[in-house]
């Protein structure tokens, strides 16, 4: 059966989206490690599995790396804590 070229574009359209999609997804999970690392790394422990998921759940980059940036300011992971759950309520 020979596909017609609509189907044959569709079909492109398709991969290059789904590349993209996964392109993205790969960003933002490894930014959301890379923020874990940093945490483990500056406070010297591990952080708390409910503030680890909640960075891993978070599907926003820009928010990512505002986080990353508070990590980076934060004086203690507390005050970290606290800078994601400001964040986390408003709808994050």
């Known amino acids: 059966?020979?596909?017609?070229?609509v189907?044959?574009?569709w079909k492109?359209?398709?991969k290059?989206?789904?590349l993209a999609e996964g392109e993205a997804k790969g960003k933002v999970e490894g930014a959301?490690?890379?923020l874990v690392q940093l945490?483990?790394?500056k406070f010297r422990v591990e952080p708390p599995a409910d503030l680890v998921a909640?960075?891993?759940?978070?599907q926003d980059p820009r928010q990512l790396a505002q986080w990353q940036d508070?990590?980076?300011d934060a004086a203690t992971l507390e005050d970290f804590r606290r800078a994601v759950e400001a964040t986390h309520r408003n709808g994050v």
């Open 1 to 5: 059966m020979i596909e017609s070229q």
């Open 7 to 9: 189907v044959n574009r």
């Open 12 to 14: 492109a359209e398709g």
């Open 16 to 18: 290059t989206e789904g």
């Open 32 to 34: 959301a490690g890379m």
């Open 39 to 41: 945490l483990r790394k």
């Open 54 to 58: 909640v960075i891993e759940a978070c």
């Open 70 to 72: 508070a990590a980076l």
